[in-house]
């Protein structure tokens, strides 16, 4: 919206004006692809940036194809997907996960335990970590998975604390991070004593998982709030200034803001909102 207001203001799209049409998947597969076929079809939507998960983007793969539709997907992914009405301008796993174990590898020890949710993205970051930590000289210690909304982490801390790796990477998400970080801290491995990075843990989630639980962790992320430059020092003010200044710019924020900014430079190139020519543009 932050991103629509601001082309609005500077004259919009080729001459016109952009009209956010907004819908709520609400966690829910099927809503996904029927909310999305209501924007094609009744509304008539130009382009949709959203989906935050795997699974609703895939929901919604046979719904843009059969109606010609523009998704951009602006959410962290696990890549090994390419479809021709699909933009991904965020980053895929290997674009994490490679980047992650090799740093923490050259951090401290070599060992890891990977812990994650039960759905792709997470089996397939691990699927890029265990030949990424065997060609770093490091040993997988554990591999367990939860499924999505676990809340009970006790018996994986065991095997935590009895395998005594140097890091735990983590694909735990959503609202189970709460009860991870929290459950980890109360059994002694907080982040003063155990190091954990996560790949899904974006900084606007900290609120939620509490930050006292959540210090000296670490995640990694193709944006953060923090990077000092001129240009998202402003981004950041005006995403305050708009909705309060406790609010915390994630990755996904970001990547949703910038998708409107590529379809407008896309539909500029191309000169015309058709869907084949932006896409080839």
Known sequence: KLAIEGINAAGGVMGRKIEPVIEDGASDWPTFAEKTKKLLQRDKVAAIVGCYTSASRKAVLPVLNQNKGLLYYPTYYEGQEEDKQVLYPSQEATQSVIAAIEWMAKQQGKTFFLVGSDYIYPRTCNKIAKPTITKAGGKTVGEEYVPLGHTEFSSIINKIKAAKPDWIY?????????????????????????????????????????????????????????????????????????????????????????????????VEKAKSFDVDKVIAA
């Not at 843990?201 to 006292?212: C, L, T």
């Open 170 to 266: 983590s694909t735990v998400v959503g609202g189970s991070n709460v009860a991870f970080y929290k459950q980890l801290k109360a059994a002694g491995l907080g982040g003063d004593k155990q190091k954990l990075l996560s790949t899904v843990v974006s900084e606007n989630e900290i609120d939620g998982i509490g930050k006292e639980n959540a210090v000296g962790y670490y995640a990694c992320m193709g944006y953060f709030q923090s990077i000092k430059s001129a240009r998202n020092e402003q981004f950041v003010k005006a995403i305050k200034a708009k909705y309060g200044q406790d609010r915390v710019v994630g990755d996904p924020m970001q990547v949703a803001y910038n998708s409107v900014y590529l379809w407008k430079l896309a």
